[in-house]
């Protein structure tokens, strides 16, 4: 059995806020832990960091061919899991499948997944915003199987499949190391949510240490600190990363036409958790 729990998600759909929970849980800080501050230590790492691809292939990204990439992928997979003595959380956007002919995850050092959904309709205008495209790109993007976000000279191509291809291929078969959360419910019921998370972990964590990491760790906290500090995560095209911490956006950021696309095209998957709005 591996040592990575998957922190696996489609973009822009709480890995950030399930990141920063999970440092204030357990490093228990006085303090909300400083944004910048979470990939760092052995508690969090990210799959695409690309030290990671650095200490095992120092030529430059676009010296290495992609299928020579796909398997440094795997490589660094089994590397992250090595580098603790425990387990390790490992933040990951990528879909589970078989991508010219490698899979996309190293499934031999996998401890386990929490899977964050978060309703399409959502995610649409927040991906946009997160890429600098348009909304209807966007929603092409979301819907196209196979799709994998281009590497560039700091970052690894990422294979993120279609929105519904990415929920599937990690829930699509529930098991006991399998923590499937939606984003919805960590806005409504933060505190059953995030003690569920803690439970699914092992974790016998008292009240107030729960409710002190879900302080540190709250949108407002976040946003607050984005803008005081900055935050690395934030791409080019953003004026900030953190927009607005809610559902339903999509209801005045989509139009019906765009709405009808999307419920076309992952209506199964939608249907699974609640997202079919009334009508469509």
Excluded at 157 to 175: A, D, Y
């Amino acid at each position: 059995m591996g040592k990575i729990v998957w922190l696996a998600s489609y973009p822009k759909s709480g890995n950030t806020w399930m990141r920063a929970f999970l440092h204030n849980l357990f490093r228990n800080p006085d303090r909300p832990l400083p944004l910048n501050e979470l990939g760092g230590g052995n508690l969090t790492t990210a799959e695409t960091a690309l030290h990671w691809y650095k200490a095992l292939d120092p030529r430059p990204l676009k010296d290495i061919p992609q299928d020579e990439l796909d398997q440094l992928r795997l490589k660094v997979h089994a590397a992250i899991a090595a580098s603790v003595p425990g387990n390790i959380f490992c933040k990951i956007h990528g879909a589970v499948f078989e991508l010219r002919g490698t899979m996309t995850v190293n499934l031999q050092a996998s401890a386990g997944a929490i899977y964050l959904v978060r309703n399409p309709l959502d995610v649409v205008p927040s991906f946009a915003n997160f890429q600098g495209i348009t909304t209807d790109v966007a929603i092409t993007a979301l819907s196209t199987a196979n799709f994998e976000l281009p590497r560039d000279v700091d970052n690894v191509s990422e294979p993120l499949g279609s929105w519904s291809q990415n929920v599937e291929s990690w829930t699509g078969k529930p098991n006991s190391g399998l923590r499937v959360v939606r984003y919805e419910d960590m806005l409504a019921s933060p505190g059953k949510t995030f003690a569920g998370v803690a439970d699914f972990l092992g974790l016998k964590v008292l009240r107030p240490r729960l409710e002190k990491a879900l302080r540190h760790s709250s949108f407002k906290v976040l946003r607050s600190q984005e803008d005081r500090d900055g935050f690395v995560e934030r791409s080019p095209a953003q004026d900030r990363f953190f927009r607005t911490g809610t559902s339903g956006q999509w209801r005045d950021e989509l139009t019906d036409e765009q709405v009808a696309r999307m419920v076309e095209n992952h209506r199964e998957q939608m249907e699974r958790f609640g997202y079919v709005p009334d009508g469509f």
